[in-house]
């Protein structure tokens, strides 16, 4: 196994979590034109907890890959990931298509292979479904253990294994596991960072 991590965290573009949503005038789904859409909340603590965990392990992360999949304009938060720290990332342009969290998974075992990642980041769901699964079926695909519902991530250099203390109905639970590993992340994880805008300038040249 590789000595160095390499950490995905797949972001989503959804409606700020500000707007209240509006049916549009055909009433077939959520009106999208004219509205602020930016990165999905729990896949921005995602974003962040990696850039923690490299903040931390400087020489043990080898790079922080952010992938999206969604229209082209998924540019944006894509941009926004790498000005927070991410070094790389890919855009898996889907048109305006809605995939099913199973296609997502698929798709990101796809990325996670290409890119040799061994350990995926990514928020417990998304705010415009809901469903909650895409980090499970990853795992599932992958045969990989997962830790969901994040409320504490450490890594253990040494034996390249990663404790994550979790939020369940009757209180915490904490779970060890080597690497490679999924987490979904949880909304007391953490405070994500601003990206501010030298960083955001800065962001436009590294590679996508």
Same mark, same amino acid.
């Given at each position: 196994?590789?000595?160095?991590?390499?950490?995905?965290?797949?972001? #989503?573009?959804?409606?700020?979590?500000?707007? /209240?949503?509006?049916? =549009?005038?055909?009433?077939? $789904?959520?009106?999208?034109?004219?509205?602020?859409?930016?990165?999905?909340?729990?896949?921005?603590?995602?974003?962040?907890?990696?850039?923690?965990?490299?903040?931390?392990?400087?020489?043990l992360v080898e790079k922080i890959h952010a992938v999206s999949i969604g229209p082209a304009k998924a540019q944006d938060i894509l941009r926004t990931a790498l000005a927070k720290g991410a070094d790389t990332s890919t855009l898996i342009d889907s048109k305006e298509v809605e995939l099913e969290p199973l296609a997502v998974a #698929?798709?990101?075992?796809?990325?996670?292979? /290409?890119?040799?990642? =061994?350990?995926?980041?990514? $928020?417990?769901?998304?705010?415009?479904?809901?469903?909650?699964?895409?980090?499970?079926?990853?795992?599932?695909?992958?045969?990989?253990?997962?830790?969901?519902?994040a409320a504490k991530v450490e890594v253990d250099e040494s034996a390249m294994r990663v404790k994550v203390t979790r939020e369940v109905d009757g209180g915490e639970e904490t779970i060890s596991a080597p690497l490679p590993m999924i987490i979904t992340t949880d909304l007391r994880l953490n405070t994500p960072r601003y990206a501010t805008l030298p960083n955001l300038m800065k962001a436009k040249k590294k590679p996508m």
């Open positions: 196994m590789s000595k160095q991590l390499r950490i995905l965290v797949p972001v #989503k573009r959804v409606i700020d979590y500000a707007i /209240k949503p509006r049916i =549009n005038k055909a009433m077939t $789904g959520v009106e999208k034109t004219g509205v602020k859409f930016s990165m999905n909340p729990f896949d921005d603590i995602a974003v962040e907890e990696a850039v923690r965990i490299k903040e931390t392990h400087k020489k #698929k798709i990101l075992k796809q990325v996670v292979e /290409k890119e040799g990642s =061994n350990l995926v980041i990514l $928020g417990k769901q998304s705010i415009d479904d809901d469903c909650n699964n895409t980090g499970q079926m990853l795992a599932g695909l992958l045969n990989w253990p997962q830790a969901t519902n």
